[in-house]
Nanobody, 117 residues
């Protein structure tokens, strides 16, 4: 079982930046992929960004060009750099890990991001 702990959320003005971190209790290099999801009040959880174990990245259209996902295998940490933030980016952001050979994700507890206009 891998535990994931997110940090770095907070309150920021529109146009500002935040960097989220997701620290894993185990090796993330053994994970097929690491994801960032978000869930706004009254909305379904949505996939924001993915980074595979080969380093490939994918983004939701709504964040392309503004967000960047990265990983540091030595620190077992995944990051989400968020720039040019908009009020519609306000949500709880969750880190998730897909272990090799499994279809069930491990989830973190989430970190709140609030973007004021």
């Amino acid at each position: 079982q891998v535990q994931l702990v997110e940090s770095g959320g907070g309150l920021v003005q529109a146009g500002g930046s935040l960097r989220l971190s997701c620290a894993a209790s185990g090796s993330i290099s053994s994970m097929n992929a690491m994801h960032w999801y978000r869930q706004a009040p009254g909305k379904q959880r949505e996939l924001v960004a993915t980074i595979t174990n080969s380093g490939s990245t994918r983004y939701a259209d709504s964040v392309k060009g503004r967000f960047a996902i990265s990983r540091d295998n030595a620190k077992n940490t995944v990051y989400l750099q968020m720039n040019s933030l908009k009020p519609e980016d306000t949500a709880v952001y969750y880190c998730a890990a897909l272990p090799a050979g499994r279809s069930t994700l491990y989830w973190g507890q989430g970190t709140q991001v609030t973007v004021s206009s």
